[in-house]
Structures are given as C-alpha cells and as structure tokens.
C-alpha cells in the first residue's frame, strides 16, 4: 500500500516561477527521499532528509520536513523547462532501505 | 552515490514467455531492491535482493513469478516468469548506498503481448 500522499497532482507554472510540491505520510519514518523521473524513464535521486532533520538545501532544491504533521515539501526555485518531470516523495520507515513511493506530482515548466 | 545498469532497456515479449532482467551495481553495496512501476502509476516494491540467500518478497509477489538471484555484492537479476500483459510495465532495481541514500537503475521498459 502507498505510504505517501503528494499534491498537488499536477503543477503547471512559467519557466522562472517556484514549484512547491507536498508529501504527506501516515507511519512514522526514519528518513524521506525526493526523487525526479523524467518521462517514465529511471529516477534521479534529489535529497534524502533524515526525520531529525527541518530541512536541507541542495542548489535550486529546498526540502522541509515536518514530522508532527507527518508532511515534507520540495520547493524548486526559479524554475526551468528541464525541471519538467514528475516529482515523487518516498519514505524509509524502519532504516531497512524498503521505500514506500507517494503517487508524485507531474511538474510542467513552460518555457 | 552508486551508478546503475540495467539490461534490457526494454523489451517486447509474448504471453507466456519469461524474461530476465539484470541489474549491476559500480560499487559494492548491501542493500538492493527491486520495484515494479505499472502505466501511470508510483513504484511498488516487489522484493530486496539478498547476497546468498533468498529474496524476501513484499505480500503480492511471490517467489515463482518473480524470481529473483543476487550472486554478489554488485550484482542481481528479477526474472518476470509466465508473463501476461498485465505485467507489462517498468522494472526498476536500486541500491543502497552510504547515508541511506537509495540510488535508482534507468529502468526496463517491459511490453508484454
């Protein structure tokens, strides 16, 4: 069964806007990962925030992580026609490295 | 990080058939997944890969259909066995590497007539 929930669905923003997505879980968990798939290709691995983290920074990338609302969001800033892709949280719950994949968000950027 | 291959990329098969995806690591890791992405939808763990000893499979896989061998520390295979178009979908195998961080193959796009 899915652990997480992202919204929304589907972002369409203008190149050079900001693209916030959320994920929201419902067990608690030992660290969250984002990841990206472009056009149902692999996934590339964005940011890992461990649950005694608040947030971590990775150039354009800005992650949050709440776990008394059992939430996390990814803030993309400045966006571009190639940050086009979807978007998906997964957690980690118990340290054994078995991800459990939110439905993901579909971020289109129009150039 | 860890960098990941995947063979076939993809793959155009008849019902019934079988076929076995590999999956090899740069770097010795301990930990490697395997994860099915059906159309249009998130990826659901199917088993983790075990170094000598046998895969332990998430409930709605089973050992027959999806049998899976990890030889070594760099290395795996998932066979998709007595396939049938609903198993038509993309095979993804992953490690995990220092830090928890779970790095991702590019995937095996299975088409199953």
């Known amino acids: 069964s899915q652990q997480g929930e992202e919204d929304p669905q589907a972002l369409s923003i203008q190149e050079g806007e900001n693209a916030t997505m959320n994920c929201s879980y419902k067990?608690?968990?030992?660290?969250l990962q984002w990841y990206r798939q472009n056009s149902g290709r692999g996934l590339v691995h964005l940011i890992l925030i461990r649950s005694n983290e608040r947030e971590k920074h990775s150039g354009r990338l800005r992650v949050t992580l709440d776990t008394s609302k059992k939430s996390s969001s990814l803030l993309i800033t400045a966006s571009r026609a190639a940050d086009t892709a979807s978007y998906f949280c997964?957690?980690?719950?118990?340290?054994?490295?078995?991800?459990?994949f939110g439905q993901g968000t579909t971020l289109q950027v129009k150039p | 990080s860890a960098v990941i291959s995947q063979k076939p990329s993809r793959d155009i098969c008849q019902r019934g058939t079988s076929l076995t995806i590999q999956c090899q690591v740069d770097?010795?890791?301990?930990?490697m997944f395997w994860y099915r992405q059906q159309p249009g939808q998130s990826l659901t763990l199917i088993a983790t890969?075990?170094?000598?000893?046998?895969?332990?499979?998430e409930s709605g896989f089973v050992i027959d259909k999806f049998p899976i061998s990890r030889p070594n520390l760099t290395f795996s295979t998932l066979t998709v066995s007595n396939m049938s178009p609903e198993d038509s979908s993309i095979y993804l195998c992953?490690?995990?590497?220092?830090?928890?961080?779970?790095?991702f193959g590019p995937g095996t796009r299975l088409t199953v007539l």
């Open positions: 770097s010795q890791v301990t930990m």
């Open positions: 067990t608690s968990i030992n660290n």
């Open positions: 890969a075990n170094q000598g000893s046998e895969a332990t499979y």
């Open positions: 997964a957690t980690d719950r118990s340290n054994t490295g078995k991800l459990i």
């Open positions: 992953s490690a995990q590497a220092s830090y928890n961080e779970q790095f």
